[in-house]
């Protein structure tokens, strides 16, 4: 962990202990206000409570030119990138992306060219469908470790940061809270449910918590299309293609939508707010992972457009590219903060229980 | 150029209030604030809470708060210095003005963590002052209201009891606007170190001021001048104990210290001054000021021990610590050995403390000692020790102009028929001395919507 970053978290939190007037706004003000003093453990655990929707900045009276310089949202946005970072495992990984906007561009050509070599390389095998072009086999020899590693990574990460911000046992109650918060995004919605200042200096909008919404919803759609498919393909024998109304096309198709257009949307309001008031450094990086999220949404519902057209090879590989550069650099780009963030809500949820 | 109706001086809550109350009848308003827009806000934007009467739940407020109660709180602050009739109207007219508070675009929220004791009486806004002021502009521009930020007003012609004029310098040009009614809003002197030292001595000098180093008093100085009736002492203001390392102007609400009650305080000679202990802390700490103002240098320092360190909110800059008294008088710059013997004779007179309670008066007293502490009065003994500096802190100053029902200004020869005023500048014609929590943002809000409607009514 970077000294300097916590170091000014802490000093600015120490200045909002004295204040106080932000308390309603989100989960950081409670937790932060039950301490007298922080431990590197607690800027940490506050930096992952933060969403970023700059309630505090906007009402902030110690802001620049003010000599004390607040600027909670960024300190704490750099805490939190920081932390993802120190966690993440494998360290060398760790760094490369965040920051990185081409670096993610990069692994998505990559990715693009593992899938054409390998549709060259190991072809049908005689399926049909997409298998037509790439075979069942082939598919899950790439996707189960493509998946399944970045998880183990992932769970690495999680249990140092969950040593280091003092986590306990995990009780059903606590899972409920938490994850009752995340699903409604209440933090971005502020205590009085109109929303952040992201977009337009001081004017509360629901625009990001909305955006940041479809985001996620259109995300677990998509991820329980692949879900019921291939609960389908081994339970019950049916391999695909399916037809549209079945259960992984329904969720698929809406999910995938969804998560384009909430990928634009997202893009579009950080363009419009001010990287001041964020981690800066991780703009590019940011940007180039919701514009991938965003591409695996669309290249998903293109492939299921043109499936049937001789273009259906390459849409197949770009999709398959575009996804299998996702779960390898969930860990290391903005993906892991969803994973962090449950955790740190969880953990919140543990000290009012 | 745009012709306007109304021109509002300052740019804080009550000319917010005028000037909203104003568009919304009709009115053309301009916001000549002089602040740039970092700092706009005057001192609203360090403010956190209304004080606000309910004859049952309002709001975030519980119970009910009857218009008695609430003057009767204000009485025993100013200790009956306050003008009955204009006070009873700021208090019955809060209850309506919550609500307008909240269609305007004030969010409120429960009250803060170590504030439990307001609960019923006043208002806390989500995010301070400062997200009031900001919702609030965001409003005015909807009602077409236009603001000129860094736009210093020099001086207001006044003849035939009118306002003929309004002078003032934007962008490094001189500009001179006739609107057909002005309301003054733009607060007190108190960041004009010269006047305070006029009124108060040398002493002046090492005063902190809490809030906007914008209140210069220019405007109210100019009509003063020309004869517009005043009212107030210039000597009075609201001034508490702050850190003594704060800025010297906008240190806000982070720079007060909740320690007092649990200390004992020296000057700079190292005796003591004043019972510590006199009442709970929120009752308090409005008398402080003035009680360090008084000492020698216009400094105090408080003087805990580790027993009581963690009895009272965190504060902005770590105390000075110390395993001796010797070490933390060092660190004062007093004498040591006469801290030593304060501090040994205030032990000797502690008694029984077994009855010690933080939060309710609990008659822990010294006997024999002058002056007494009479709660809380616990031995220093426990090391490390430590210690905060206290300086005078001011909110506001109460000279001011003197208004009527209306909000009116006048002249010995009547009312001025185009001249009204809000807030701090005219928070003297209804408090004297003292202050209650809450009150400023009630007198703002209450007298910013009388000088709007009145204006306009005029103007219109």
């Known amino acids: 962990m970077q000294t300097d970053l916590i170091q000014e978290a802490r000093r600015q939190a120490e200045i909002c202990n004295a204040c106080r007037y932000c308390e309603g706004y989100c989960s950081v003000f409670p937790a932060l206000h039950a301490n007298r003093a922080f431990t590197d453990g607690d800027i940490t655990q506050l930096a992952n409570l933060c969403h970023n929707c700059r309630g505090c900045y906007y009402a902030c009276q110690y802001t620049a030119p003010h000599e004390f310089d607040l600027n909670l949202p960024a300190a704490l946005a750099e805490v939190r990138r920081d932390s993802w970072e120190s966690y993440a495992w494998p360290q060398p990984l760790a760094r490369r992306f965040h920051t990185h906007g081409a670096a993610i561009v990069t692994a998505l050509v990559v990715g693009f060219a593992l899938l054409f070599a390998a549709i060259k390389m190991i072809g049908s095998a005689g399926g049909e469908g997409f298998y037509a072009a790439l075979s069942h086999n082939a598919m899950v020899a790439i996707f189960a470790p493509a998946f399944l590693l970045p998880l183990a990574s992932l769970g690495i990460g999680l249990r140092r940061y969950w040593h280091d911000v003092g986590g306990i046992g995990i009780r059903i109650s606590h899972l409920t809270k938490a994850f009752g918060r995340a699903a409604k995004m209440k933090d971005l919605a502020a205590g009085h449910g109109d929303g952040c200042n992201f977009e337009d200096e001081d004017r509360f909008s629901q625009g990001r918590r909305h955006v940041h919404q479809a985001i996620m919803y259109g995300f677990l759609l998509c991820f329980a299309s692949t879900s019921t498919a291939t609960v389908m393909h081994y339970v019950f024998d049916m391999p695909a293609p399916y037809p549209l109304l079945s259960l992984p096309k329904l969720l698929g198709v809406v999910g995938g939508i969804i998560l384009t257009l909430g990928c634009i949307g997202m893009i579009m309001l950080k363009r419009k707010s001010d990287p001041t008031l964020g981690d800066a450094k991780a703009w590019g990086g940011d940007m180039a992972f919701v514009a991938l999220l965003g591409f695996v949404g669309f290249s998903g519902l293109a492939l299921y457009a043109l499936g049937a057209s001789t273009a259906m090879p390459a849409l197949l590989a770009i999709h398959l590219g575009a996804v299998l550069t996702f779960f390898l650099l969930t860990p290391f780009t903005k993906m892991a903060h969803g994973f962090y963030r449950l955790a740190a809500l969880i953990r919140d949820a543990q000290r009012v229980s | 150029m745009t012709h306007y109706d109304i021109a509002v001086i300052g740019g804080g809550n009550a000319a917010l209030c005028a000037a909203m109350t104003a568009a919304e009848s009709g009115a053309k308003v301009l916001i000549l604030e002089t602040a740039p827009k970092a700092y706009r806000g005057g001192n609203s934007r360090h403010t956190r809470n209304f004080r606000c009467m309910h004859t049952g739940p309002l709001g975030p407020l519980v119970e009910t708060y009857s218009e008695d109660e609430y003057f009767e709180d204000l009485l025993k602050v100013t200790k009956g210095k306050t003008n009955e009739a204009l006070a009873r109207l700021a208090i019955r007219t809060s209850e309506e003005c919550l609500p307008w508070m909240q269609d305007h675009g004030v969010r409120f929220q429960p009250s803060l963590s170590g504030t439990l004791s307001l609960g019923r009486t006043n208002a806390f806004f989500m995010g301070g002052g400062k997200s009031l002021v900001n919702a609030y502009y965001r409003t005015a521009d909807k009602l077409g209201v236009d603001v000129l930020y860094e736009a210093a007003v020099t001086h207001l012609e006044l003849s035939e009891n009118a306002v003929q004029w309004v002078d003032y310098t934007h962008e490094g040009k001189s500009h001179r606007i006739t609107p057909k009614a002005v309301v003054v809003a733009s607060g007190g002197f108190q960041a004009d ?30 009509l003063l001048e020309q004869g517009v009736s005043q009212v107030g002492d210039a000597d009075q203001c609201h001034a508490v104990a702050i850190d003594g390392r704060a800025p010297k102007y906008d240190g ?26 006199e009442d709970v802390w929120p009752k308090r700490y409005a008398i402080w000021g003035r009680l360090v103002a008084a000492q020698p240098d216009q400094v105090g320092h408080v003087v805990i021990d580790s027993k009581s360190i963690d009895l009272f909110m965190p504060s902005v800059f770590p105390p000075l610590k110390a395993d001796t008294l010797e070490e933390l008088a060092a660190l004062m710059d007093i004498d040591g050995a006469k801290l030593k013997d304060t501090v040994e004779t205030f032990n000797t007179a502690c008694g029984d403390t077994s009855d010690f309670h933080p939060t309710e008066l609990d008659g822990v007293a010294t006997s024999g000692l002058s002056p007494a502490k009479t709660n809380w009065a616990r031995p220093i003994t426990d090391p490390p020790f430590y210690g905060y500096s206290l300086r005078t802190g001011v909110t506001f100053t109460y000279l001011g102009l003197k208004v009527d029902e209306n909000a009116q200004c006048s002249t010995d020869t009547g009312p001025i028929k185009n001249l009204w005023a809000a807030g701090e500048t005219m928070a003297g014609s209804i408090l004297g001395q003292g202050y209650l929590a809450g009150y400023g943002m009630t007198i703002g809000t209450v007298f910013g919507r009388i000088a709007g409607r009145e204006a306009a009514a005029y103007a219109n």
Not at chain 2, 199 to 215: D, E, K, M, S
Not at chain 2, 253 to 276: G, H, M, Q, W
């Open chain 2, 193 to 222: 170190t010269d006047w305070l030292t006029r009124a108060w001595g040398p002493a002046a000098q090492n005063f902190l001021i809490r809030g906007t180093p914008y209140n210069r008093g220019i405007v109210l100085a100019d």
């Open chain 2, 252 to 277: 806000g609400i982070v720079t007060r210290l909740d320690c007092v009650p649990f200390s004992i305080v020296v000057n700079k000679d190292a005796e003591r001054f004043y019972d510590e202990g």
